[in-house]
């Protein structure tokens, strides 16, 4: 597609149950990100995958969040046994180059709204 | 690890008035500021961004200055129209590490 998408775009999870939530980048884009913005916040870095590879987990929260990109395409965001604090938007991004490389422009997907009760 | 403030967190303007936003940040190696506009129930669009090597960036209505020795850099939307009514979020990087947003400065322009 055209730009980055997500799904679902919503979901209501009792506590304690796991969701998973898919990113579809853009196609051909070697950077794949997952960054959580709580209500009224900034967008706050998750998880980094270059290519198939996860070179940077240290933004995730607890060991309750995992992410896997194995094909080096589409990934997904994992959260098992949800909180209610885990409550936000969980918006997936993607960029052409390497994290690193000069001018890396980041594109964001619409986002999963996660509401857990 | 890089932090960014932002300023204002609301900022209400009457239509065709200018409206600027102001980032700090604190990162010295940080070189590329991008700026995020987010619609309601939408993700962030880059709008505009500058890297370190030029002090200013225009592109129609909306300009983008930095100062690296301040560690300061501003969003200027000129002539602003209802559509501009969004959430702001200002943006900075090194590269090798990820984007480090602001709090995000709400914008509503009234016709």
């Known amino acids: 597609g055209a730009g980055v998408s997500q799904s679902p775009r919503y979901k209501v999870a009792k506590r304690g149950q796991d969701v998973a939530l898919r990113c579809d980048p853009i196609s051909g884009h070697v950077s794949l990100f997952w960054y959580q913005q709580a209500l009224g916040q900034g967008p706050e870095f998750l998880t980094y995958?270059?290519?198939?590879?996860?070179?940077?987990k240290s933004g995730l929260p607890s060991d309750r969040f995992f992410a896997e990109r194995p094909e080096g395409s589409v990934s997904t965001l994992k959260i098992q046994r949800t909180q209610q604090e885990d409550s936000a938007v969980y918006l997936c991004?993607?960029?052409?180059?390497?994290?690193?490389?000069?001018?890396?422009?980041?594109?964001f997907g619409e986002g999963s709204w996660l509401t857990v009760v | 690890g890089e932090n960014v403030e932002q300023h204002p967190s609301t900022l209400s303007v009457q239509e065709g008035d200018s409206a600027v936003i102001k980032c700090t940040y604190s990162d010295s190696a940080s070189n590329y500021f991008p700026w995020y506009k987010q619609e309601l129930g939408k993700g962030p669009q880059l709008i505009i961004d500058i890297r370190s090597n030029v002090g200013e960036k225009k592109d129609q209505r909306i300009a983008v200055t930095l100062n690296k020795t301040a560690k300061h850099f501003s969003l200027h939307i000129t002539e602003t129209q209802p559509e501009d009514s969004a959430v702001y979020f200002c943006?900075?990087?090194?590269?090798?590490?990820?984007?480090?947003f602001g709090k995000g400065t709400m914008l509503l322009v009234s016709p």
């Open positions: 991004a993607s960029s052409l180059q390497r994290r690193g490389f000069s001018g890396n422009t980041i594109y």
């Open positions: 995958f270059q290519n198939e590879a996860q070179l940077d």
């Open positions: 943006a900075a990087t090194s590269g090798y590490s990820t984007l480090t």
